[in-house]
């Protein structure tokens, strides 16, 4: 039985990052100031303070400006609404990012609808999903374009190819299922009301799996010779060392005898979206000076 290739979406994601770096040199060069991003966490969740800490050390080391602001969960929308306000203003803000989950008391499409689309480096205003959803150039959201991007170095072509999502949020199944259609594959997006899963997964020559649940993706899912994109982040007791582990959507070893590629977790998708994030800063921070994208992004 043949194995497949595990993508390895760390490496790929800090040579992204050396490029941004390169990119950032030239707009200091340029500009006389640093690319911006600033980073809004509400509330106290210890994963999310974990992820937006290792945000920030990132944006350093690429050469950029990190500004983060906490806020407790007992803030109002309207604080909030402020804050967003004030950082729209802010010149030394090309990127901002509201890390969500928002607490059940504020409204996230009011929040995401109130950053100016220039800056939406997550690129979850309507206004950049619709400029997705058209063909325009936007701000794309990171998770999805990342995925594009190691699809793309993994097969090159994707036109013809067919495409299975599975998860309909609209912060990664739904974007990653317009740029696949953008990319001129033909798109399938399933969800909880889908029948039959597997045979549907089973078409599929990619497989973007964005759903939430731990290794809900058997290997005998996969078509022979698919590529599979595991964006899941599920954390899981482990039984042996009582620690906890993070696993994926895919159950990854089933999978393996059945993919061409397939992406790990950790190491595959996670490290993409945050060199995504960089990178989107990066061409916020050229459109809103009146630069011309860098090359290679
Ligand atoms: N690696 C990374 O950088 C990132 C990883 N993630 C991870 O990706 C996963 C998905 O995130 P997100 O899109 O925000 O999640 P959401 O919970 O917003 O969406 C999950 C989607 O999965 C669908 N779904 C749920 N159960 C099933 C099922 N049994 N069969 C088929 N579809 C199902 C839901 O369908 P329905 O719409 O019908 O309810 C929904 O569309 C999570 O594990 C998250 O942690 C997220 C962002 C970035
Ligand atoms: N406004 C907003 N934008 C987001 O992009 C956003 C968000 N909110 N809320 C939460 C989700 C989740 N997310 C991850 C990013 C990187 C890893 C990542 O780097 N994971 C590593 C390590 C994971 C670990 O060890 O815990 C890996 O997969 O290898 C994971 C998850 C971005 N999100």
């Known amino acids: 039985m043949t194995i497949g290739k595990i993508i390895d979406g760390k490496a790929f994601a800090a040579t992204l990052r050396d490029t941004v770096g390169e990119g950032v040199a030239g707009f200091v060069e340029a500009t006389g100031r640093k690319p911006g991003l600033a980073v809004v966490l509400v509330g106290e969740d210890p994963a999310s303070s974990v992820y937006v800490r290792s945000k920030g050390k990132m944006t350093v080391a690429a050469g950029m400006e990190s500004f983060e602001f906490k806020r407790p969960d007992s803030i109002g929308e309207e604080d909030l609404l402020d804050l967003i306000e004030e950082l729209n203003h802010d010149e030394r803000v090309d990127g901002i990012l509201v890390q969500l989950p928002l607490p059940g008391h504020i409204d996230e499409a ?107 993706v058997k290997g005998e899912w996969i078509k022979p010779g698919a590529t599979v ?45 945050i060199a995504v994030l960089l990178r989107n800063t990066l061409v916020a921070a050229h459109a809103r000076a009146g630069l011309a994208k860098p090359a290679g992004l």
């Open 110 to 216: 009011a929040v995401i609808g109130a950053i100016d689309p220039a800056k939406d480096v997550d690129g979850f205003h309507v206004v950049n999903s619709g400029k997705l959803a058209t063909g325009q150039e936007a701000l794309v959201p990171c998770t999805p374009l990342g995925c594009i991007m190691l699809l793309k170095d993994e097969l090159g072509d994707l036109s013809g190819l067919e495409a299975v999502v599975v998860g309909r949020s609209n912060i990664v199944g739904k974007p990653m299922a317009a740029l696949l259609l953008a990319e001129s594959c033909t798109v399938t997006i399933a969800h909880s009301r889908t029948r039959d899963l597997a045979s549907v997964v089973h078409r599929a020559d990619i497989v973007v799996a964005a759903v939430g649940r731990a290794e809900m």
């Open 229 to 273: 994109i595991d964006v899941g982040i599920n954390r899981v007791a482990d039984t042996e060392d009582g620690k906890s582990r993070i696993v994926g959507d895919v159950a990854t070893a089933e999978a393996l005898a059945h993919v061409r590629a397939i992406t790990p977790v950790p190491g595959g998708v996670g490290p993409m979206t």
